[in-house]
């Protein structure tokens, strides 16, 4: 079952940087140009190359060239960081869907959700 990070306080509020990490797996998990994933994380050029290189080290993506693109695609452990933060945020936010372990609600920050993708 595959879910979609959303963060509906996103105008509202600035997003932190593992948040903006799991944006960016999360658009890359089926391989995505670099254009699609600045537009779709909403991200400057210059904020994207800074991501992208820190989630090449870290071996959270790969790159690899299909008809002479260069696609962006989330790793194993990629994905192993986006379930980890989902847990992470539904634990903290006191999601009642985390089987029914109700956290505490951090006051302020972001309100995410993970709907399931059709």
């Given amino acids: ?8 306080d996103s105008a509202r509020k600035r ?3 593992l948040f903006i ?3 960016i797996l999360d658009i890359a998990k089926d391989g995505a140009l ?19 290189n820190l989630l090449l080290e870290t071996e959270l993506l790969e790159l690899t060239k299909r008809n002479r693109k260069s696609i962006y695609q989330t790793t194993k452990k990629g994905v192993e960081y ?9 634990t ?8 029914g372990n109700n956290g505490p609600k951090i006051k ?4 995410i959700y993970w709907i ?3």
């Fill in 34 to 52: 670099k254009t699609q994933i600045m537009y779709k994380a909403n991200l400057s050029f210059a904020q994207l190359n800074t991501y992208l």
């Fill in 82 to 90: 986006m379930q980890n933060y989902k847990e992470i945020i539904e």
């Fill in 15 to 17: 997003r932190d940087r």
């Fill in 1 to 8: 079952m595959m879910y979609r990070l959303i963060n509906w």
């Fill in 108 to 111: 302020g920050g972001p309100t």
């Fill in 92 to 99: 903290l936010s006191g999601n009642p869907n985390n089987n």
């Fill in 116 to 118: 399931k993708k059709p």
């Fill in 21 to 23: 990490i799991a944006e």
